[in-house]
């Protein structure tokens, strides 16, 4: 830490392996360049579309895309368009949110158990798999009645809060590994303590792994988060989401199909774009899990093993 | 001299010729074989030499056809005549376990966990006898080839599933495979790298009766030129994809040509040495295989290398023809441009090498008793319970790992701690390092007794206790930069940030890095160099006592001897003390000064490395050297060895009294009432001479070496 | 081993008990039933709010609410719903519902998704793999509400355009309770169940066809299947015989939770294809501020995870001689 300039230096180089590696993935590249299309997209439509999510055009009931109305609008004179903006804009920020916030708490849990053993260990794990009996689906929409009105941040909370078992567990199973390896022992034999252990040695040598199930969980978050506001039990009215969104629409798929396919594709191809990435960076961050010989062949298409809380899969993502 | 004469037979059961092999990478395409050649003759043994990436596995698997489909092959591989080469996997499966036969390196994941070992030895017999093999007779036969490689109880263990079976018995478990057929050809590719030296020394002897009851040729794949000495026939050493040289084994120990060949030989420490020989480190690391530069490959590595050698690679020239009665090529053969001079040096490799005896610390002429003692151990205990079972977790009893153990250490000295895996050496140093109250018995470091330390005292002995771990892969963080980590103690030990970067170049140029390397990450680094990082890293506070946990066993043989150069000279120049954990023999006995040998927990023999090593007392201790393989053909093959029966018996459940009359040679030799005194009465471990103590009720010196 | 087995046993009842007892007071907190009662109009006599209260046991702390319920629940009462409706029998007729409707549908989807998993695997980097890869990322990134929705769409579509407007697929509840021989029943409950299982089977070959996928290739690199070959076996036969009967072991837990999470992966296709099966019931409970419904589903669920913990042990056991205790 004190000597800033060769470590930035030779992380830059490292930085860079990486970033190669990425771009030679044509598709994950595409894919990261749809997850930023759709960012800007949605986080400026107020500056070019001409009609705003919570407006209503009298003029104009369960109109198919036309004219000023790109996406149509749906039963009472609602933009489709700038109301499936707002809505991805909900989910893309819930989800990342909710990755971030799950991912982090997972490797704090997870690190600490795995390296202290005993009572940590086992209380940890006993409250993994309490909260792995109860699914985060059934306690946040049973909760969902006392926060309805609230911030959405309250959602964001409670998505995280359910959602980082898996991870931990994984977290918890490489720390054991690395526990043992002989450069975490020498570590400690040299009398640095714990904490700083698990700062220097075990969570960056987890880094890859990390990153990864961050991306997986921001899918997995976007996904509980329209679930649940599918049923209403998420984000709550005038606001909206893609779920709420597909929600409305399901019931006229077959005559207002405008009103669900809409909604429903920003929102597949969204989750899909973001696992797309994912798997490019952990081909990227962790070139084991990959074959050198599908680089000869030009074929990286979407073949990786997607094993996103498999504990021997992952395993390899240590170094 | 002459080696026996293989059979005469009309034609080698085995002919390679002209053999390429490539893979695909992300780097480009690695050329793993190049242009190799070879025959093996029914009955004959040839031994394929080289370092891990030499491409002898990958000429093995490209004879047996079970090279990955990426990989691209051509040349010629015949078998009795027939091209194996663009064979379909139906014909090559006919030929595959009936005629061709392999035992692969790596005996704990050879076999299919999921059924009994006696069913997948049938299941060899059955692929191939389709319809006039009945299932009952495979499995009578199954029975028999266990007991023929050695398993006792077979009908039984038939039955028994493969992690039931230690490793040594899974490897004979997958010989017996190999012979279910009776092959023509058996391919062993490191067959015993992965074992113990005893257990090596038992599978060597099942892999003899295996050809002498099938007469089938053998090429048996190794890095260990002592293996194969007292085994093979012919030898073909192979360096970057290339067969660098070849010719019987004998010639080939006596008179090697190729620079290669002889650093190889002279880089192994020898258990036989009575004086300290030099070793000849290799520098350097083998070519990467993708892009090899024209000229020869061991070049920047050569210390004879000439301008001459940048330019062209040497194709292998004739230095002694081949016996005129031999159906494959016994004919001695070098690839090097410059023979002239290896053969002016009268090949002796420390003159080639420039290599010399390392000095000794002027503190090593104080008499021992006259210097500070910097470890005591006295009757150290550590037993722990276990549980097993993936799923059902149950307490399987206490493991007494280590089970009242003493020994000490002065300054300047090196100890030898001993033993087969699994006879608690390594959990020894763990508690040692762990500097906590032991669970029986005391450790004082430095004259402090860890068990009253506080947290305080303990952080400042930190400083003078040193590991260096033995997997320089795992030792190092692989994410961090070189300088950070060799800086690491230092930081955690409150050194200003000015004194650091003082000290991590001084610290680099001493174990023989570069100032400039600190910038760079481990993973650039070989083995060899990672070892030496972790071992500047030991030095950084400057201690006195340092802990090395088979400091070389990950090495290649060439790399080894550079390593264990460097620990000489620096604790020569820096009158370090060493605790020396191994299970190689003849390192220690190069590098100790003195050696305590262990088993299952206990101390069975300790003292003046010359004195147990000369004139070893414990039967097995002298098992233990017995078993050392010695890399020079004409004393193995005079040599009689001392075979142990069976595995280490589980610590959880030692043998009462002695615990080693389980494996004994001498116990069943004894009277009834002798034998009396070893069941029911541990022997205690008394002095049998000044600075040797023995812990036998029947110790007695037989020379071994 | 006895021991052993009713250690774990003790520690899944007490996961049990405390998972729904967490529910159970979460909702009390989170819900408030009266508030129907409170805003109908005109307004009920104060009178009529505390007596629904004191029925609801609203009076009670919460920890003393559950263990009354709990002690009901133990007599086989699970008590009633805020409509005084008993819950015990509505629970069986549910149960039963949710287990026709999924019982086939994860039957299929295993077996599909290891065949796919292990094609991909043997057939890695072939178009049949990049196919069914795509299928995987896609079906995984599609929620299941939508994939539902839009099976429910099309096969309306094929009645009313291939068909010719004969109803085939009927893709709301399940029967349409018609009395009628046996045949009659037959069909009639297989036209309601098709499109449902359709998508069932779709979510579960996904799923499981990336981890068998996997585990093949973990073990296609292994020295065993090398022996295997070595010893004489063809490839393909060396594959099958030690390649996919140890890939399997890792999969067994997957299958077992794959039945333990049944509830809550049904919520939607129950929801959308009108089947009122207990994922139904749990939205249901939910939307009415049902505490009881709730603590009994979740109940459900924490006993369908208990026993496919279970489940996974003794499957685990069965194809794992590592882990048999002799």
Redesign the interface.
């Given at each position: 830490m004190t000597e800033p300039s060769p470590t930035a230096a030779a992380a830059a180089g490292r930085g860079k392996l990486v970033l190669r590696r990425f771009l030679r993935n044509r598709l994950a590249v595409a894919a990261l360049g749809l997850i930023v299309l759709f960012y800007l997209a949605a986080f400026t439509y107020t500056w070019y579309a001409p009609w705003a999510y919570d407006e209503l055009d009298p003029a104009a009931n369960l109109l198919p895309p036309e004219g000023s109305h790109w996406f149509g609008t749906n039963q009472i004179g609602g933009d489709m368009f700038a109301q499936t903006m707002r809505g991805l804009q909900k989910s893309l920020t819930i989800g990342l949110l909710a990755a971030l916030f799950s991912t982090g708490v997972a490797s704090i849990v997870g690190a600490a158990a795995g390296y202290f053993g005993g009572w940590t260990d086992r209380i940890a794990m006993w409250v993994v798999d309490l909260l792995l009996i109860l699914p985060p689906f059934l306690i946040i929409s049973i909760l969902s009645p006392a926060f309805r009105g609230k911030t959405w941040f309250i959602l964001v909370g409670l998505i995280a809060l359910f959602q980082w078992m898996i991870t931990a567990r994984m977290v918890r199973g490489m720390t054991l590994t690395l526990r043992e390896r002989e450069f975490v022992k020498a570590a400690k034999f040299m009398g640095q303590p714990a904490w700083r252990i698990i700062a220097k040695h075990i969570v960056p040598n987890m880094a890859s792994l990390l990153i990864i199930d961050a991306t997986v969980n921001v899918g997995v978050a976007i996904i509980t988060e329209t679930s649940l506001s599918f049923f209403g039990f998420g984000v709550q009215a005038p606001d909206v989401s893609l779920g709420t969104l597909i929600a409305n629409g399901s019931d006229a798929v077959r005559t207002f199909p405008w009103l669900f396919y809409i909604p429903a594709g920003f929102l597949v191809l969204t989750v899909l774009a973001v696992n797309f990435a994912g798997d490019g960076l952990r081909d990227a961050l962790d070139p084991s899990s990959s074959r050198s010989r599908r680089r000869e062949r030009k074929r990286v298409a979407a073949a990786t093993q997607s094993t996103p809380d498999s504990e021997t899969a992952t395993a390899g993502a240590v170094v | 001299m002459t080696p026996t004469p293989p059979p005469a037979t009309d034609a080698p059961v085995l002919e390679v010729s002209g053999l390429d092999v490539s893979f695909?990478?992300?780097s480009g395409r690695v050329h793993a074989v190049r242009g190799l050649s070879y025959q093996v003759a029914a009955g004959e043994v040839l031994g394929i030499v080289g370092e891990s990436g030499s491409g002898k596995s990958v000429s093995s698997l490209a004879v047996?056809g079970?090279l990955p489909p990426?990989a691209r092959i051509s040349g010629s591989i015949r078998f009795r005549g027939r091209e194996i080469i663009g064979q379909s996997?139906?014909e090559l499966?006919?030929?595959?376990?009936?005629k061709i036969?392999?035992v692969?390196q790596?005996p704990l994941?050879?076999?299919?966990?999921?059924?009994p070992v006696g069913a997948?030895i049938a299941?060899?017999l059955l692929?191939?006898g389709k319809g006039t093999v009945t299932k009952e007779q495979a499995n009578r036969r199954a029975v028999e080839l266990l007991d023929l490689v050695g398993i006792p109880n077979a009908a039984q263990r038939a039955k028994s599933?493969p992690?039931e079976f230690s490793g040594g018995m899974r490897q004979r478990a997958?010989i017996a495979?190999?012979i279910?057929?009776d092959p023509d050809l058996i391919i062993a590719d490191e067959p015993t790298t992965a074992l113990d030296v005893t257990v090596q020394a038992q599978v060597l002897e099942v892999l003899k009766t295996a050809q002498e009851v099938t007469g089938a040729g053998i090429v048996i794949i190794t890095h260990d030129l002592g293996v194969v000495a007292g085994f093979a026939d012919r030898l073909m050493v192979m360096y970057a994809g290339r067969a660098v040289e070849q010719g019987p084994v004998d010639t080939l120990y006596a008179r090697p040509r190729m620079p290669y060949t002889l650093g190889l030989l002279g880089s192994i420490p020898r258990v036989d040495a009575h004086e300290k020989q030099p070793l000849v480190p290799i520098e350097g690391q083998p070519p990467s295989l993708v892009d090899l530069p024209g000229g020869c490959p061991f070049e920047p590595r050569c210390p004879l290398s000439a301008d001459v050698c940048r330019d062209t690679e040497p194709a292998l020239v004739t230095l002694a023809p081949a016996a005129p009665d031999a159906v494959v090529d016994t004919a001695h053969r070098a690839a090097c441009l410059r023979l002239d001079e290896v053969t002016a040096h009268h090949a002796d490799a420390a003159e080639v090498y420039g290599a010399e005896v390392v000095a000794q610390a002027p503190a090593a002429q104080v008499p021992r008793a006259e210097r500070d003692t910097v470890l005591d151990v006295r009757d150290l205990v550590k037993h722990y319970a276990v549980t097993?079972?993936?799923?059902?977790?149950?307490r399987a009893g206490t493991v007494r790992a280590v089970d009242g153990i003493s020994f000490d250490i002065v300054a300047g000295e090196t100890l030898g701690l001993v033993g087969e895996s699994g006879c608690g050496k390594s959990t020894t140093l763990m508690e040692i390092?762990d500097l906590a109250m032991p669970s029986g018995g005391s450790v004082a470091v430095l004259g402090k007794d860890v068990a009253t330390l506080t947290a305080k005292e303990?952080?400042a002995i930190?400083r003078d206790?040193?590991?260096v771990?033995?997997?320089p892969m795992?030792?190092?963080?692989?994410?961090m930069?070189v300088?950070?980590i060799i800086?690491?103690?230092m930081?955690?030990?409150g050194h200003s940030?000015g004194a650091?970067?003082r000290r991590v170049p001084e610290l680099l140029g001493l174990v023989g890095l570069r100032p400039e390397h600190?910038?760079?990450?481990p993973?650039e680094f070989s083995g060899g160099q990672r070892q030496r990082i972790?071992i500047a890293?030991a030095l950084a506070?400057e201690p006195k006592l340092v802990v090395l946990d088979e400091p070389v066993s990950a090495l290649d043989v060439s790399i080894q001897a550079g390593v264990i150069n460097l620990l000489d000279e620096l604790k020569a120049k820096l009158g370090l003390s060493y605790l020396f954990v191994a299970h190689d023999l003849s390192v220690v006995r190069h590098i100790a000064d003195r050696v305590a040998v262990m088993y299952l927990g206990k101390v069975v023999e300790i003292g003046d490395v010359r004195t147990v090593f000369e004139a070893p007392q414990h039967p097995y201790t002298q098992a233990l050297l017995s078993a050392i393989p010695i890399p020079d053909p004409v004393k193995e093959r005079e040599r009689t060895r001392i075979i142990l029966t069976g595995d280490l018996p589980s610590p959880a459940d030692p043998p009462s009294g002695c615990r080693f009359r389980t494996r004994c040679f001498v116990f069943p030799q004894l009277s009834e009432e002798d034998r009396q005194r070893c069941v029911e009465l541990e022997p205690p471990r008394t002095a049998k001479a000044d600075d040797h103590d023995v812990a036998c009720h029947y110790a007695k010196t037989r020379e071994v070496v | 081993m006895t021991g052993f087995l009713l250690r774990r046993f003790a520690n899944y009842i007490a996961l049990c008990l405390v998972a729904t007892f967490a529910a159970f007071s979460l909702a009390s907190l989170a819900f408030s039933p009266l508030d129907e009662l409170k805003l109908r109009n005109p307004p009920p006599p104060q009178a009529t709010i505390d007596a629904k209260a004191a029925e609801l046991h609203l009076t009670m702390p919460i920890p003393e609410r559950f263990f009354v319920w709990l002690g009901d629940v133990l007599h086989g009462n699970f008590g009633r719903t805020v409509t005084d409706q008993p819950i015990t029998d509505e629970l069986f007729r549910r149960m039963g519902v949710s287990l026709r409707l999924f019982l086939l549908g994860i039957t299929i989807g295993i077996i599909i998704g290891v065949l796919v998993g292990v094609v991909s695997a043997i057939r890695q980097y072939k178009i049949s793999d990049y196919l069914a890869t795509t299928f995987s990322f896609v079906v995984l990134s599609t929620p299941v509400f939508v994939i539902a929705t839009v099976l429910k769409a099309g096969a309306q579509s094929v009645n009313d355009n291939l068909l010719g407007g004969y109803q085939f697929f009927i893709v709301q509840g399940e029967t349409s309770g018609l009395d009628g021989g046996f045949g009659d029943v037959l069909l009639d409950r297989l036209q309601h169940i098709i499109v449902p299982t359709l998508a069932i089977v779709l979510t579960q070959v996904a799923y499981y066809s990336r981890y068998q996928r996997s585990a093949m290739l973990d073990v296609l690199g292994s020295d065993f299947l090398r022996t295997a070959q070595a010893k004489g076996l063809t490839r393909r036969k060396a594959l099958f015989k030690h390649g996919l009967r140890t890939a399997l072991i890792p999969m067994a837990t997957l299958f077992a939770f794959g039945f333990g999470l049944l509830v809550t992966g049904g919520i939607f296709t129950e929801k959308i294809f009108g089947w009122y099966g207990m994922g139904d019931w749990l939205v249901t409970g939910i939307q009415k501020q049902d505490t009881n419904i709730v603590a009994t589903v979740t109940l459900f669920i924490a006993v369908c995870v208990l026993l496919a913990g279970w489940l996974a042990d003794v499957l685990y056991a069965l194809l794992d001689p590592r882990v048999r205790i002799r």
């Open positions: - | 695909p990478s992300e047996m079970l990426q996997d139906a499966s006919k030929l595959r376990g009936k036969a392999m692969f790596d994941s050879a076999l299919t966990p999921v059924y997948q299941e060899a692929v191939h599933f992690h997958v495979i190999a279910a057929n097993k079972g993936a799923v059902f977790r149950r390092l303990r952080k930190r206790l040193q590991v771990f033995q997997d795992a030792a190092l963080d692989p994410r930069p300088g950070d800086a690491e103690p930081r955690v030990h940030a650091i970067e600190a910038d760079r990450y993973a972790g890293r506070l | -």
